[in-house]
């Protein structure tokens, strides 16, 4: 219990370190949070500049990764320990383990929540969707491929960045379970269910401009 909630709290600090706001202050001088959609994420960064907003999408998946890697080292020391002992309940190889990858798929939560909430802007974070791409390519590859995949498709059919982060996030749940029902316990794609739907929640916004039809189509402008 001790390294699931060391776990928790690495991947939160982790996921809370507001990237797109930093690079903005130290590059342009300026507050992301005052201009375009007021968000911390990759698509609003971009709108400044499209370098910082590649950066951001980087740097932002990136963090998801290293809570998942940091939860699976606090949690392997204490399997290969619980195997050396012959008390082990799971296997120690990493995949087959549900007791790391339980510990890595919190881990991967909280690196969201840390983005959507981060402590160091007044809970006031972005909408989790680079992190989450980040964290759970780690844990369930396959079915994050496929969600990214379902991205493209609906942002060259829309050019809508907003829509086609919220069908992938709904759908990734069911990829998960289709790719990894027999390797994973229900418990870890419930986690993968909460995740999506804190990402598809942060939207919100963008779901009232859909209906309106004023959410702006997205396009990159380079100079």
Known sequence: ????????????????????????R????QDVRTTGSGNIGATNVARTSPLLGVSTLLLDAL??????????????????????????????????????????????????????FPVWLRFRGGKGVATAV???????????????????????????????????AASFPALAWIFYRHEF?????LVIVIASFVVIVRHHQNIGRLLAGTEPRFQVKFK
Do not use: C, D
């Open 185 to 189: 316990p229900w418990h870890i794609i």
């Open 134 to 168: 980040g964290a759970f390519f780690l844990l369930v590859p396959g079915a994050m491929i496929a969600a990214l995949a379902l991205f493209v498709v609906v942002a060259f059919l829309s050019r809508y960045v907003s829509l086609s982060s919220m069908v992938a």
């Open 1 to 24: 219990m001790r390294q699931i909630i060391l776990s928790a709290v690495v991947g939160y600090l982790l996921g809370s370190i507001p990237f797109g706001y930093l690079l903005v």
């Open 26 to 29: 130290a590059f342009r001088g």
């Open 63 to 116: 963090k998801g990764g290293a809570a998942v890697v940091a939860a699976i080292l606090l949690s392997r020391s204490q399997i290969m320990g619980l195997a050396h002992t012959n008390s082990a309940p799971y296997s120690t190889h990493f995949w087959t383990s549900e007791a790391i990858s339980t510990q890595a798929a919190i881990a991967a939560l909280l690196a969201v929540l840390g983005h959507v």
